[in-house]
């Protein structure tokens, strides 16, 4: 019998997810599927619940919501509030991760990029922000300072997960130089947005882009511009979709590289 898992979202249209699963399960010769599946929020937990699937992802804006569904949720989702991976148990029961965490970290990781002792300036305070506030303050940065369109959601996400070395604030400390800057944000997403940040020379030692596309964001080519070391989303993606696969099949290798040239692939047929 084929295992059917699902992205859950609206809109899921514009996903490459279903190509980096369907790669995966090929590589494993495994009889399972990957769909998407566009649902309101009032219907995400009765979809989490289909008797068809055995689990799934979850993307915006329902990362809040599915957490709300879990019966058994991991550290990860308790910390953040917020799930992108479900599976069922065989007693019925939801459990679920926030794999976006661990992505973040896998593609640090890749970066070369250690977040013990860093100084970071987090840009936005959604639910991909709280997820990296928590990668890296388990990572041992020093301090995340969280710079936000709305002030108050940037409380809010301090509010939640806390700890001392996390700040909010409206501008960048301008005589200060960090190590990493993160865009979080969902500008860049379309062609037509503004830079989510303006970077200055020097003062920025990599940017990172949770945003990915056919080549580079504009934000990374800001950044490279600039000569700053800089990397959009894609291996996130990867590293997220990764450890769901490891959440539903533990024991097995995810087809990493595999996975990669399918999102790669993904993007550019998009593009065009
Ligand atoms: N690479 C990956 O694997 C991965 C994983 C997860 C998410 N992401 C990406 O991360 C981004 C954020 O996702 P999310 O789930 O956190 O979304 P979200 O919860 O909707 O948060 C959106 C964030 O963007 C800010 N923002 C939106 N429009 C803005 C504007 N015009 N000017 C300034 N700030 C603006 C919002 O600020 P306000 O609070 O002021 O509205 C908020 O901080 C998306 O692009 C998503 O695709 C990537």
Not at 121 to 150: D, F, P, Q
């Amino acid at each position: 019998m084929t295992l059917r898992y699902v992205l859950l979202g609206d809109p899921v249209d514009h996903s490459i997810s279903p190509a980096l699963h369907r790669a995966a399960f090929e590589a494993w010769e495994l009889d399972a599927d990957y769909a998407a599946w566009s649902v309101v929020s009032d219907e995400v937990e009765k979809a989490m619940r289909h008797p068809d699937l055995a689990g799934g992802n979850v993307t915006l804006p329902h990362k809040l919501r599915a957490a709300a569904a879990l019966t058994r949720p991991s550290g990860a989702v308790r910390a953040t509030g917020a799930c992108n991976c479900w599976w069922r148990l065989a007693d019925g029961d939801l459990a679920g991760d926030n794999t976006d965490v661990g992505g973040l970290g896998f593609a640090l990781e890749r970066l070369g990029f250690d977040p013990r002792g860093a100084r970071v300036l987090l840009l936005g305070a959604g639910g991909a922000a709280r997820g990296a506030v928590h990668a890296l303050l388990e990572g041992g940065a020093s301090s995340v300072e969280v710079l936000n369109r709305t002030a108050a959601r940037a409380q809010a996400l301090r509010a939640a997960v806390g700890g001392e070395a996390l700040r909010v604030v409206e501008t960048p400390d301008p005589g200060a130089a960090y190590d990493l800057v993160l865009n979080a944000t969902s500008l860049g997403l379309s062609a037509s947005d503004p830079l989510p940040f303006a970077l200055d020379r020097g003062r920025f030692a990599l940017a990172c882009d949770l945003v990915y596309s056919a080549g580079e964001t504009p934000w990374v080519h800001h950044a490279r511009s600039l000569g700053i070391r800089a990397r959009d989303g894609l291996d996130m993606l990867v590293g997220q979709a990764a450890l769901s696969l490891k959440c539903w099949f533990p024991g097995r290798a995810p087809p990493v590289e595999a996975m990669r040239a399918a999102a790669v692939e993904a993007l550019d047929t998009r593009a065009r």
